[in-house]
Structures are given as structure tokens and as C-alpha cells.
């Protein structure tokens, strides 16, 4: 009888640890695993969704997070490097772009002033230069004829 503290060897039991406490290790006289359904305290599952789907928001009974290297099909994430190296290519799990004020070196700009005002020393994410025929204000350029 399941409950009563003694497994049953006719193989209706796994464990019986005599109590009505669930996810203790076990529960209903079967024992918590990982993908069972769940949170079982006594194995450190912060989750369990019941299935083994990565990426769904709790893998492998760890909450997904950020900085976990894997991006997460619940919506906020765009990417998921593993690190926290800004301007990499993927900053907070958001990918990196032009305006983003993070100079991204995996895109290759030379500056990212975090705005779209051209001619102020950062335009399009490429440093304005004398010589780049473009009246740059920031550089305090009076002419620029492109040579």
C-alpha cells in the first residue's frame, strides 16, 4: 500500500517514504525525476514543465535566463552568447545594432553615438573624417570636398 513506509516488491512502487509530501523525492510512491511535472525541492529543480523541451522559459529544470548560452523561444530573448561582453554582437540578449550608443565590434562599427543625427561625428556608425566629403559639424570642419 503506497504510503504505509515499505516499498511493495509486486513493482507498483518505487519508493515509499511513508507521507503525503510531495515532491520530496517521492511522490505517489514513484520517484521525482527531471521532466516529471514536478518541482521536486529535494534535487534543486528551480522548474519543471514536465517536458524536455529546451528553450521554452525551463530547461533541464533550470529556469532560463540570460547569459545561459542558449536563446529562449519564450520572446525575450534575441540572442544568448553565454558571456557579458557588451558589444560583441548580442548585449543583454539583444542583438547588437547601429544606435544602439554600444560601439558593437562583431558588426564592425567604429562608434555608436545612440542617435540618427548625421554630421555629428558618429554617422551611421562610421566616425566622421576630414576627407569623407561631408561637412562634419562635431569636427568642426568648415569644408570637405572629399579629398
Same mark, same amino acid.
Given at each position: ?16 517514504? #511513508?507521507? %503525503? =509530501? ?18 521536486? /525541492? ?7 514543465? #514536465?517536458? %524536455? =523541451?529546451?528553450?521554452?522559459? &525551463? %530547461? ?6 540570460? $547569459? ?12 544568448? !552568447?553565454? /558571456?557579458?561582453?557588451?558589444?560583441? #554582437?548580442?548585449? %543583454? ?6 544606435? !544602439?550608443?554600444?560601439?558593437?565590434? $562583431? @558588426? ?6 545612440? /542617435? ?5 561625428? &558618429? +554617422?551611421?556608425?562610421? +566616425?566622421?573624417? &576630414?576627407? @569623407?566629403?561631408?561637412?562634419?559639424? *562635431?569636427? *568642426?570642419?568648415?569644408?570637405? @570636398?572629399?579629398?
Amino acid at each position: 500500500m503506497c504510503g504505509d513506509g515499505v516499498v511493495n516488491n509486486n513493482n507498483t512502487e518505487e519508493c515509499d517514504d #511513508g507521507n %503525503s =509530501v510531495g515532491a520530496d523525492g517521492c511522490t505517489n510512491c514513484t520517484i521525482d525525476f527531471c521532466g516529471d511535472g514536478i518541482v521536486n /525541492n529535494n534535487a534543486s529543480e528551480e522548474c519543471d514543465d #514536465g517536458n %524536455s =523541451v529546451d528553450a521554452d522559459g &525551463c %530547461s533541464t529544470c533550470i529556469v532560463d535566463k540570460c $547569459g545561459d548560452g542558449v536563446v529562449n523561444n519564450n520572446g525575450t530573448e534575441e540572442c544568448d !552568447d553565454g /558571456n557579458t561582453l557588451d558589444g560583441d #554582437g548580442c548585449t %543583454s540578449c539583444t542583438d547588437d545594432v547601429c544606435g !544602439d550608443g554600444i560601439t558593437n565590434n $562583431g @558588426d564592425a562599427e567604429d562608434c555608436d553615438d545612440g /542617435n540618427s543625427v548625421d554630421n555629428d561625428g &558618429c +554617422t551611421a556608425c562610421v +566616425t566622421d573624417v &576630414c576627407g @569623407d566629403g561631408t561637412i562634419n559639424n *562635431a569636427g *568642426a570642419e568648415a569644408c570637405d @570636398d572629399g579629398n
